[in-house]
């Protein structure tokens, strides 16, 4: 079965672009959740999306965006790009979101220069 | 002051021996996560617990709600068991979730 697939892998953006990465969650999963890891600030949660419907939001400016679509693949957006968002972005999926376990991506490494 | 903290930060042991790594939070959660990272960032999910006590293979998470805090342990400890722990907390009416910073663990054949 495959895993969760995120792409691209990596990225190399300029300062003011935007960016959007995307996350195609395991079948049959319905929740996808997004995490922003970088070396200051380790693990950051974004947002979590259940059925096409953002679920849960962490503390990030309007900047960071997403959606999901009706087949639960999930897409992030990043407008007006920073310095400070070069991190590698995580996608998980589940089941049914918090009441289950989650399966990792392997991550999109952003770096904006 | 971080809502959740692990401990120790870093941890080196000797293949074979049981490694126990803590992690206390600060507010009432709905459920608590326990995540490996290996080099190269790929993370796996070992257990969510919201109640008692968890076991896979050589691994054992136990939670204690009263007090805020969990524990994972590793029996048997392995080279290929060093990665970083990562203790996360569900919490809050958002369900925001939140990270500790991590336990960088080393086992030494």
Redesign the interface.
């Known amino acids: 079965k495959a895993g969760v697939t995120q792409t691209p892998r990596y990225l190399i953006k300029t300062r003011g672009q935007q960016v959007t990465l995307s996350c195609s969650p395991i079948s049959g999963h319905r929740s996808v ?1 997004w995490y922003q ?1 970088t070396p200051g600030q ?4 974004l947002f ?1 999306y259940f059925s096409e419907t953002q ?5 990030f400016p309007g900047r960071f965006s997403g959606r999901q679509f009706s087949n639960s693949r999930s897409e992030m957006n990043v407008s007006t790009l920073e310095l400070g968002d070069s991190a ?1 972005y ?1 996608c ?1 999926s589940s089941l049914w979101g ?7 991506g ?2 999109t ?1 952003l770096t904006v220069v | 002051k971080n809502e959740v903290e692990q401990s120790p930060q870093n941890l080196t042991a000797q293949e074979g021996e049981f490694i126990t790594i803590n992690c206390s939070y600060s507010v009432g959660i ?2 608590l ?1 326990w ?1 490996q990272q290996h080099p190269g ?5 070992l ?2 617990l919201s109640s008692g006590k968890k076991k896979h293979g050589r691994l054992i998470a136990t939670i204690n709600i009263q007090e805020k805090h969990s524990s994972l342990h590793i029996t048997a400890s392995h080279p290929r068991d060093s990665a970083v722990y ?1 203790c ?1 907390v ?1 919490w809050g009416n ?9 336990t960088r663990l080393t086992v030494k054949p």
């Open positions: 959740s890891q380790g693990l950051q949660f979590e679920r849960n939001k962490g503390n590698l995580l998980a918090q009441s289950n376990g989650y399966t990792f392997s991550g490494r | 709905s459920a996560h995540l960032g790929g993370i796996v999910s257990f969510m990562i996360a569900r958002n369900n925001d979730m939140r990270f500790g910073a991590g």
